[in-house]
């Protein structure tokens, strides 16, 4: 994997822009990891792909991340302050092994889920039925005491143990923060997902640029590819002197 240049950063957020969340992480790791074919991207964990994305988050950001959250009891807002050490785990799997479980006369075989599985569900607008779609894709075999047992007829205490036990596989794939309110002590558990923060940020450094380039390039005469060919300090200084 490699970092991304500022032009190519550009052009996976035009890209993007019109993407499902999904597809705009694939987006990036294709570009970023030219090595690496498209398809055994695709077939990564979903904690091994944000593994990925959080360490070119990092290249292309800093390790500092800053986020908001609100309190669920009294409606505060806090301030998120951490680092991308202190939520990656790198999580040791092969996406295509096979997992297995037993519980309670069941026997479970199952892989873990990927980006593919998430494009299937994609258009989902039932959570559970998502949710459910989801299991019985990545279930690969189950039995009852021996004999073959129907996917779609687990029962719901199967499938629960089958996710939790993915979640310990690839723990990288389900960050919870342990939030605390300074003001009404309420403590809770939020998601952070780096797909969707990483965009944010990709969102808001494309629009800040574009509007650089347009300065300096109405300024000085300037191709927009040698405005982002420029290091971020050089480009700085420019824009300095133009508002003088």
């Given amino acids: 994997m490699r970092p991304l240049s500022s032009r190519e950063l550009l052009?996976?957020?035009e890209w993007g822009e019109t993407q499902h969340p999904v597809d705009r992480a694939l987006t990036l790791l294709v570009l970023a990891c030219p090595e690496t074919s498209p398809e055994k991207l695709t077939q990564l964990s979903i904690g091994q792909r944000d593994t990925l994305l959080l360490t070119l988050r990092e290249w292309t950001f800093g390790s500092d991340l800053n986020s908001l959250a609100t309190c669920p009891s009294?409606?505060?807002?806090?301030e998120l302050n951490f680092t991308v050490a202190d939520i990656q785990v790198s999580p040791e799997v092969n996406p295509t092994q096979e997992h297995s479980l037993s519980f309670a006369d069941y026997e479970v075989s199952f892989r873990l889920p990927n980006s593919s599985d998430l494009a299937t569900i994609a258009g989902h607008q039932d959570t559970l039925a998502a949710r459910q779609t989801l299991l019985e894709i990545c279930v690969l075999v189950a039995s009852y005491q021996g004999e073959s047992f129907s996917i779609q007829e687990l029962p719901s205490p199967v499938m629960e143990a089958v996710v939790e036990k993915m979640?310990?596989?690839?723990?990288?794939a389900d960050v919870q923060l342990a939030l605390s309110c300074p003001g009404c002590k309420h403590q809770w558990q939020a998601t952070f997902d780096i797909v969707s923060y990483f965009w944010s940020e990709i969102n808001a450094w494309a629009k800040r640029i574009l509007l650089e380039v347009h300065t300096l390039a109405s300024a000085y005469g300037w191709?927009?590819?040698d405005i982002l060919a420029?290091?971020?300090r050089r480009r700085q200084l420019y824009l300095e002197m133009v508002s003088q």
């Fill in 167 to 172: 979640a310990q596989a690839d723990p990288q």
């Fill in 223 to 225: 191709g927009e590819a």
């Fill in 11 to 13: 052009q996976v957020w």
């Fill in 74 to 78: 009294c409606g505060e807002y806090l």
């Fill in 230 to 232: 420029m290091s971020p």
